[in-house]
């Protein structure tokens, strides 16, 4: 932590929009570190530049199940080091350190990503009422006015023995306060909840049950039932779609499945299938 996040005063402006109240710390410590659960401590903090990059440089330290929670972000980051910035306390901006060792093969830690993409999805949907799709691989979409808008992002790191997942959601911005007019929030997408307490601990119960489902599979896809929902919400399958891969190679085409590895595949106008493991996606339009 900076010696900001640390000291009093860093918090000197905690109560300064009424609308927008602090997240309280020791009941949620209390709602989520449980004897026998997952969570093992939950920080919050002021403002950081980076709860994953906070997390990631303690994992060695730290023991499966830390949470930390920043009311702001100066530095986040999306994929490919994009910059994730918005007001204090409008959104949820957290870290999980997440080892699953022995248990899940390395080759399936991958699908992480997916998983946490699932679990806060279903989290909100129960907390909200909101209907949250996903977008291959790490976005977080809902519905302003009939459109779809990006409202969050997760983004997973290997560290020492595990993987620190990042997740940051965009809960009470206003149109005014949108970094780019593509991007959305719980609050325009009328969502039943805004309270950013109940919202976390949602998104955290449900990735506990999602994340222990998984591992006590082996990390097994298919068999934790975590392929076929994540298939079910993404709004990505069946949509016609350009993948920008790493290199500048752009690929064009149906998106037809999720596969066991967590890669999109894609129906080339060739009537080719090509397995994308990494790059950007943009959704074109939907196929009938």
Not at 48 to 71: I, M, Y
Not at 182 to 205: E, H, N, W
Request: proline share 5%.
């Amino acid at each position: 932590m900076t010696p900001s996040d640390a000291s009093a005063g860093a918090s000197a402006g905690r109560w300064s929009n009424l609308d927008r109240p602090p997240l309280n710390a020791a009941a949620l410590q209390r709602a989520v570190v449980t004897e026998g659960g997952l969570w093992t401590s939950l920080e919050v903090v002021a403002a950081t530049g980076s709860t994953n990059s906070d997390l990631a440089a303690r994992a060695a330290q730290l023991p499966e199940g830390a949470v930390l929670v920043a009311e702001e972000q100066t530095a986040g980051r999306g994929r490919l080091d994009r910059s994730w910035v918005a007001p204090a306390r409008s959104g949820l901006f957290f870290s999980v350190l997440l080892k699953p060792g022995d248990a899940v093969p390395q080759e399936r830690w991958g699908w992480l990503t997916l998983l946490a993409g699932v679990a806060t999805a279903t989290g909100l949907s129960r907390a909200a009422g909101v209907d949250t799709a996903l977008k291959w691989p790490n976005d977080l979409l809902v519905t302003v006015d009939g459109e779809e808008r990006k409202t969050g992002g997760i983004l997973a790191e290997r560290v020492a023995d595990g993987v620190v997942i990042g997740i940051g959601l965009n809960v009470s911005l206003t149109e005014d306060e949108l970094p780019v007019p593509a991007a959305g929030s719980l609050a325009l997408a009328k969502a039943s909840v805004t309270d950013r307490d109940p919202l976390l601990r949602a998104v955290l119960r449900s990735l506990e049950q999602w994340y222990g489902n998984w591992r006590a599979a082996g990390g097994d896809p298919a068999a934790s039932g975590l392929q076929e929902t994540y298939a079910a919400g993404c709004a990505t399958l069946g949509r016609h779609v350009r993948a920008e891969l790493p290199g500048g190679r752009t690929l064009t085409g149906t998106a037809e499945a999720v596969d066991t590895e967590g890669r999109l595949v894609i129906r080339t106008a060739e009537d080719r299938h090509e397995a994308v493991g990494a790059g950007d996606v943009v959704h074109l339009r939907s196929v009938h």
